[in-house]
């Protein structure tokens, strides 16, 4: 396939780049168009007769698919490439291709952003010293929350793939010993301080769980009530994954009853969040709009592969593809 001929359509780039990325090397393989934003009524007209087609978080289904017959390529800004229909690209040979290794340290990294958060509460304290709380103490230090130490303590992850692993590394820098709930097992990983386990096992005894599977019928709603119940009490659970994962009114009825002591999101049941959403007035909750992948280091690896993957697509070869 000729490249300089290639149409290429950007339905949903704001995310990936908004100004701070250039997209020379994409437009260098064909000719490109980028849609900041796509709403569902324009995407067959955007698409028009484009050749390879990217989104981030734009439905491609099978309606779609059926409507722009030009489309011989779907690139995914993302990991998880439920947005499109892979059943119905694969029926027509079209390739759908992710990138599977971008945000790996940068959500592993989030993961303990929030987790020290709620373990020290650093910019609540940083506040109460600002508004003259500290001045007026009679004590040369206070805390309005209490304080924990991770060393010593338990994580449970459940998923343990590139992400759930760098977790884990991070996890037992802090001295923590991992427990890790996966299908797939490398037993190359266990040692003193990181196995595999059931997840009851690893619900019981975990003082932290930690969100790292994608989103399946098999764990959809995964920490729900009955599973909450087998945790540890005053636990605390954070979610960077896919918030189907969790069922926010059993998590809600968990965090107010103190079964768990702190909940963190990165992700929720539907985005950008509704303002009903119970997990809006749970207590001890950090809600975060989904930005764990989104460091300009982990865009740019995005990019990357994102370009790489159409040029070996280009040169009759497709790396990544989710749908072979």
């Not at 990294?109 to 709380?133: P, S, T, Y």
């Not at 386990?197 to 003082?207: A, I, R, V, Y």
Request: proline share 4%; charged share 25%; with cysteine.
């Amino acid at each position: 396939m000729e490249s300089n001929n290639l149409k290429i359509v950007v339905l949903d780039g704001f995310t990936l780049n908004p100004g701070d990325l250039s997209w020379d090397e994409l437009g260098a393989l064909g000719e490109l168009r980028i849609y900041d934003r796509t709403s569902r009524e324009d995407v067959v007209g955007r698409i028009g007769d484009a050749e390879a087609v990217f989104v981030n978080k734009v439905p491609i289904d099978r309606e779609i698919l059926e409507a722009c017959p030009s489309i011989k390529y779907i690139g995914v800004f993302a990991t998880g490439y439920n947005v499109v229909d892979i059943e119905a690209a694969r029926e027509r040979n079209i390739p759908v291709c992710n990138v599977p290794t971008y945000g790996t340290t940068a959500v592993a990294q989030f993961v303990f952003a929030m987790l020290l958060e709620i373990c020290h509460h650093v910019w609540d304290h940083n506040l109460a010293v600002k508004r003259g709380d500290w001045t007026a103490g009679k004590d040369f230090c206070f805390w309005n929350y209490p304080l924990f130490e991770l060393s010593g303590k338990t994580m449970g992850i459940i998923g343990y793939g590139r992400i759930g692993q760098a977790t884990g590394a991070l996890a037992q820098a802090f001295g923590m010993k991992v427990l890790a709930f996966d299908k797939y097992q490398d037993p190359n990983l266990v040692c003193d301080s990181m196995e595999y386990s059931s997840l009851d096992n690893l619900l019981e005894k975990s003082d932290v769980i930690s969100l790292h599977c994608p989103l399946f019928p098999e764990t959809e709603g995964i920490m729900n009530e009955a599973n909450i119940a087998k945790c540890k009490e005053g636990v605390i659970i954070i979610n960077t994954s896919r918030g189907g994962l969790v069922v926010e009114e059993d998590m809600r009825a968990a965090l107010e009853s103190g079964k768990v002591f702190g909940f963190a999101a990165d992700v929720v049941s539907t985005e950008p969040i509704t303002m009903d959403n119970p997990l809006l007035k749970a207590p001890n909750t950090i809600i975060t709009p989904h930005i764990a992948w989104a460091p300009k280091e982990a865009r740019e690896r995005l990019m990357k592969t994102a370009v790489d993957n159409l040029r070996a697509f280009i040169n009759g070869e497709t790396k990544n593809q989710v749908n072979k």
